[in-house]
């Protein structure tokens, strides 16, 4: 089994930044990829933005240029730098990690005001 708690969400002005983090747990092995979702209520979750074992990164074009995931190995953690947000940006964030299955984490609330 995989645990993963995300961290970082809160209340941000439209133009300010945040960065969450998803730290994993448990049986962690053969990772073929980590990704952050957001959701918000009534509509499905969206990918936001994946990153390969080997490092390779993609992105929703609507956060291009503002959002940088990145991962610690050695920390076992995955970290979502958030720049210039918007408030369409506002939503769950969800951490997912892909090895044998997919495993979620419970989410964390980003709340972006105009």
């Known amino acids: 089994q995989v645990q993963l708690v995300e961290s970082g969400g809160g209340l941000v002005q439209a133009g300010g930044s945040l960065r969450l983090s998803c730290a994993a747990s448990?049986?962690?092995?053969?990772?073929?990829?980590m990704a952050w979702y957001r959701q918000v209520p009534g509509n499905q979750r969206e990918l936001v933005a994946t990153?390969?074992?080997?490092?390779?990164?993609n992105y929703v074009d609507s956060v291009k240029g503002r959002f940088i995931i990145s991962r610690d190995s050695a920390k076992n953690t995955m970290y979502l730098q958030m720049n210039n947000l918007k408030p369409e940006d506002t939503g769950v964030y969800y951490c997912?990690?892909?090895?044998?299955?997919?495993?979620w984490g419970q989410g964390t609330q980003v709340t972006v005001s105009s």
């Open positions: 997912r990690l892909l090895n044998t299955r997919i495993y």
């Open positions: 990153i390969t074992r080997a490092g390779s990164t």
């Open positions: 448990g049986s962690i092995f053969s990772i073929i990829s």
